[in-house]
DNA sequence: CGGCTTTGACCCGCGC
DNA sequence: GCGCGGGTCAAAGCCG
């Protein structure tokens, strides 16, 4: 850019300037479309190995890593498992049991369980009389900055249609405590928005042994170890995010 | 005053 | 049959 700007200075003044000009801002547009190319290229790419993952997330472990992205319709979710495990991180501090997944809960009991020292609440679904839905909420004993909650049943009508739109504008308060939604992030990773145990395996799938866990917890260090030493992928992972950023609408004008 | 949370008591299933 | 642990009930208390 200095450069360009350095032999347009020599020519100010002279016939041929415009011309100049011309002809440089030719040659930026052809950076530009090949850049513009460039870039398609690598969002490209970064979505097939986003994709990849998943589906390989799905195929080797299936018992931790199914339905990644459940969290993003907690009516959706909770339809399609009538039992399902959810980690979900609070805030620093926060040391109260409430899961916030759109609905509101109706707390009837809690207790302390052996091998946790953090109680362990119950809840039922209080947003319809009828609705069969209870789900269980534990501070993890490995991290207690989560909280791990155990869905069981189906809830038999919507999400609360106030949260609904909390949901979509994250900046609004809902109207209980319990109803908020928020979407939590573990481990920072942008690849893991929140981590949903399906509980609604059959046979071999339901088996949850130590090892086979570490096991499998093991395959995706090493997997998630490979992406970031590619070179490729982190240059193609900074380019969908930047684009992720410049796709974010603009706040409404006062 | 109604709705919600708390908390001790009770129930039930399971293993020994 | 007994003890243990998880799940549920219900009365008391709290709060808006």
Redesign the pocket.
Known sequence: MVKIAQRLEKKRGRPEFMEAVREELEQLQKENEALKSMFEVMSSKYRMLHEAYLRESNSQFPTVCRGLTRFERPDVQLAAASCSQVFVETEPGDESLIVKDGY????????????NPFP???FKC?MTSGCPV?K?VQRCLEDKAFLMATYQGQHNHDVDPTTRQSLSSPGSSATT??SEFRVPVLNNNPFRPGITLDLNLSGSNRENSSTDVKYKEKRIEEYVASLAKDPNFTVALAAAVASSMAEQPKPPTP
């Not at 009837?108 to 091998?115: D, R």
């Open positions: 509101q809960w109706r707390k009837y009991g809690q207790k302390v369980t052996k091998n362990r609440a119950y209080a209870k269980k405590r319990t």
